[in-house]
């Protein structure tokens, strides 16, 4: 038998384990010594489900990349035509800055932060370009219309394709956009609407769409055609005719995903290689029509659309030879005593949860070594609606709640025992709170009197422990009771609240607050981990399931976990990447830890079969 | 042995199916939350770490059906224009029946 060096005139090295390897080693071939087995990075396509967007839609416009997403108006459940943005950056999903009007069943294209939106339903002609943080109008496309197909960028933009009130109904009507003014073009030689496109205005791609003049059914356009920068040309249809898909890629390498096939809505995926298409063995995960479109032949996203209501779920393409482990929430080791609102602060290897609960209020206190809760000496008095941070060698609490009365009690802890210290200067429940230590933290807000959590009675205070003795920080924005917070003293982030959950968010330099951007979801009650303010996790609240990644600069959504945890501890001086939450209202005692998206190498070993 | 198993879960965005597990095991999503998955030991531990809620084959089509059916009787009471025949896509949801 030949081997493999007179076959291809290379030798097949050998390795006593897998080689430090990146993704240009794809195709190369390996022998794993340790194993006894040929081994070789391979790339493959495959659809995965990516964050939930913040708004459930379709007839949105996509554009950008998967790294830097773009998801342009639509409409809601109930037809509500949408002049909402959102911005996806790789991991989740984040409001921008809203349409001048609604729009739906638009064309657009470009980046997340350079593109444009023509047309719409009903029948408009009106254009807009987004730069990133605020839309702004450009002149109106020359044909009002709906239902049409975009290419290209916000200086040089291609629109083609429409449907048009009157007989026909659909047309080829096509116009370039130069940055100044619009034009129109020689019209597609399949008149249609619905129909994809992608690539530039001097070479562009439209396929499929719908002509209902055919005999019915099947309605569904095959047709592909190219655009020169003058005139569409005809070439290879579609495997499958489909209508309101999505496209991404260019006239070259193309890719075509999702819509309507007669008899309903596929999950098939096409390939286009300039020539031909081919049907790819990769599908959606769910069958949808009206799903937005973006990024490119090997990666892609496939936004929102009817399946068949209207949904916020959101599919990533990639071929690759990476396999890329998405974040998410795993169960962990429950509490021994289950509560709500108490002291909480750590890592996920080294936590506290004291006291909280309700009706009966606990003074129980647990740590966590990464593997289990042990309980440990008991707080000096009981209470709910306990506010504190701090880690398993250090923390403070403050206020709460007794059966009774609120509390202004406030108590220590050294790493063994609970120590009485100086009250707060007033009652107080329901407090936000920031630090890492029981001898420096903020304490945010509160309920300050009256028979229930009110607007009426909650305070805007920022009070600061220093480990001896109570001062007064800068005043809060807002008054606010159940925010929550992370990073340092000097340096923190606090978000949401009661007051109706809400999503607004402060940062503090140590003296005073200033208002950040918003969270996608309002939360009150949740869990929050960041060591920094340049850093952190933001999650859960009330019922909502979900989480919000914060870079320093913005928030955008993550995994959800599986259980609510209103109220839940939380391990404050953790990171976007190493989060966990504990305990429920009233007396829940699940816990779940964050493990952070990875990626790695689709290594696979080599057989005869 | 049936070639698939069905659960409910909600999906809860990434992660919740992944590109693996598309490499590993036959995954579809249906209407009303129902997942079609490879009646093999990948697809059904899938179901189980999503906590799905395992159906027959009856009765998962039958809350495909509740859905749909939600979904034409709402489009049934769109006016008449909406549902004009030269209106694209703007057709009579469709029954979808599990294979």
């Not at chain 1, 384990?17 to 495959?46: F, N």
């Not at chain 1, 998410?328 to 509490?335: R, T």
Request: include cysteine.
């Amino acid at each position: 038998m030949a081997t493999y060096e007179e076959i291809y005139g290379k030798r097949v090295k050998d390795f006593d384990s897998d080689p430090t390897l990146e993704s240009s080693y794809e195709g190369q071939v390996w022998y794993d010594k340790s194993t006894g087995v040929l081994k070789s990075v391979v790339s493959a396509a495959a659809w995965s489900s990516t964050s939930n967007m913040v708004n459930a839609l379709a007839r949105s416009q996509g554009a950008g990349t998967t790294s830097a997403g773009l998801s342009m108006g639509g409409q809601d459940g109930s037809d509500t035509k949408l002049t909402v943005t959102e911005e996806y950056n790789g991991t989740g999903w984040s409001l921008g800055g809203s349409m001048p009007a609604a729009k739906s069943d638009h064309a657009g294209a470009g980046t997340q932060t350079a593109a444009f939106a023509a047309g719409g339903s009903p029948y408009l002609n009106s254009a807009y370009n987004y730069n990133g943080t605020s839309w702004s109008g450009i002149p109106n496309i020359g044909t009002a219309r709906q239902k049409f197909a975009g290419c290209g960028t916000t200086t040089a933009s291609l629109v083609f394709g429409a449907q048009v009130p009157g007989s026909p109904p659909q047309g080829g009507q096509t116009e370039e956009y130069n940055g100044s003014s619009w034009s129109e073009q020689n019209d597609l030689n399949t008149a249609r609407a619905k129909l994809a496109g992608c690539g530039t205005q001097t070479a562009g791609l439209g396929f499929g769409g719908y002509q209902p003049t055919i005999p019915s059914p099947p309605k569904q356009k095959a047709q592909t055609e190219q655009y020169d920068g003058t005139s569409w040309s005809e070439v290879s249809d579609m495997i499958t005719a489909t209508s309101a898909g999505a496209g991404a890629g260019t006239q070259t390498a193309a890719i075509a995903y999702g819509g309507s096939a007669a008899p309903g809505n596929t999950t098939a995926t096409q390939d286009w290689n300039g020539t031909a298409w081919t049907t790819s063995s990769a599908t959606l995960g769910t069958a949808l029509s009206n799903n937005g479109g973006a990024g490119t032949s090997t990666s892609a996203l496939s936004i929102a659309g009817y399946a068949p209501s209207v949904t916020n779920n959101v599919e990533e393409y990639n071929v690759s030879a990476n396999v890329i482990t998405a974040a998410a929430w795993a169960a962990g080791p429950a509490l021994g005593t289950g509560r709500y609102s108490g002291v909480s602060g750590g890592t996920t290897t080294a936590a506290i949860f004291a006291g909280g609960g309700y009706p009966r209020d606990k003074n129980e206190t647990e740590l966590y070594d990464g593997t289990s809760w042990s309980e440990v000496n008991n707080m000096n008095s009981g209470r709910g609606r306990l506010s504190g941070t701090g880690t398993p060698s250090s923390a403070v609490g403050a206020g709460g709640y007794t059966p009774n009365s609120y509390s202004s009690a406030a108590e220590q802890w050294n790493g063994t025992n609970w120590s009485n210290i100086t009250s707060l200067p007033a009652s107080r429940q329901y407090m936000g709170s920031i630090g890492a230590s029981g001898s420096a933290a903020l304490f945010i807000g509160g309920n300050s009197s009256g028979s229930a959590p009110s607007p009426a009675y909650q305070v805007n205070e920022t009070l600061y422990w220093n480990g001896s003795s109570w001062a007064t920080g800068g005043s809060y924005p807002n008054t606010v009771w159940n925010p929550r917070g992370f990073g340092t003293i000097s340096a923190g982030i606090s978000c949401g609240g009661n007051n109706g959950p809400n999503t607004s968010s402060y940062s503090y330099n140590g003296s005073s607050w200033t208002a950040g951007p918003s969270l996608n979801i309002a939360r009150d009650n949740c869990g929050a981990s960041g060591a920094t303010d340049g850093d952190g996790l933001i999650y859960g609240g009330g019922s909502d399931l979900s989480s919000e990644k914060w870079d320093g600069t913005s928030f955008a959504t993550s995994a959800s976990f599986a259980n609510t945890h209103n109220g839940g501890g939380s391990n404050q001086n953790g990171s976007s990447s190493t989060a966990m939450i504990f305990g429920n209202a009233p007396n829940g005692n699940a816990h779940e830890e964050f493990t952070a998206e990875t990626t790695t190498l689709n290594v696979k070993t080599l057989t005869q079969s | 042995m049936a070639h698939f198993i069905y659960g409910v879960a909600e999906n809860t965005g990434k992660g919740f199916f992944t590109a693996e597990d598309r490499r590993k095991f036959f995954l579809r999503g249906y209407p009303a939350n129902v997942w079609m998955v490879g009646n093999n030991v990948d697809g059904a531990m899938w179901l189980a770490e999503k906590g799905a809620r395992e159906q027959t084959k009856a009765e998962a089509q039958a809350l495909i059906d509740a859905e749909v059916t939600a979904a034409q009787e709402a489009w049934d009471a769109l006016p008449d224009e909406e549902k004009a025949p030269a209106m694209p896509d703007n057709q009579r949801p469709v029954d979808v029946i599990l294979p």
